[in-house]
């Protein structure tokens, strides 16, 4: 398998997987709408999306977002995405794409990678924790929905 960065020649064949993530996630299934959400992160260079393919076949990606700390007055990404196609599955393809969004964190200078995942996904738990995350025992998330 291999892991890089995806580019806007990718569009077609990860927003079939990334349709196929939202599906997994409760959402009705609307490529045109996927195709759209991931092209205009690409053309406004608001994500860092690395992939991981088998024999040409997208089978995965990590999906990082920039985010900034004021305190610490630098920059940190947030792990918003990491998905990986059920057929794929448990042959290390999310240990590589996280593995490569790290070393593209420390390359830029960042100050950490957060991310966020459901209290009852305890792979994922056992994934991250495994891979050097730490759980955030201090704050609290909270959120106001817009819509």
């Given at each position: ?70 305190a ?50 305890y ?25």
């Amino acid at each position: 398998m291999i892991v890089r960065r995806a580019t806007d020649a990718d569009l077609i064949p990860l927003a079939v997987l990334f349709d196929e993530y939202r599906q997994f996630y409760g959402s009705s299934s609307n490529l045109d709408l996927s195709s759209h959400f991931l092209k205009q992160r690409f053309e406004n260079n608001q994500s860092v999306i690395f992939i991981c393919l088998k024999d040409e076949t997208i089978t995965g990606f990590v999906l990082l977002y920039l985010g900034f700390s004021s305190a610490a007055c630098s920059t940190y990404y947030i792990l918003d995405d990491v998905y990986v196609s059920p057929v794929f599955r448990r042959q290390g393809s999310a240990r590589q794409l996280i593995d490569t969004a790290v070393l593209f964190a420390q390359h830029e200078n960042a100050l950490r990678i957060s991310l966020e995942t459901q209290k009852n996904n305890y792979h994922s738990h056992q994934l991250y924790e495994s891979m050097g995350f730490v759980k955030d025992d201090e704050f609290q998330t909270y959120h106001y929905f817009i819509r």
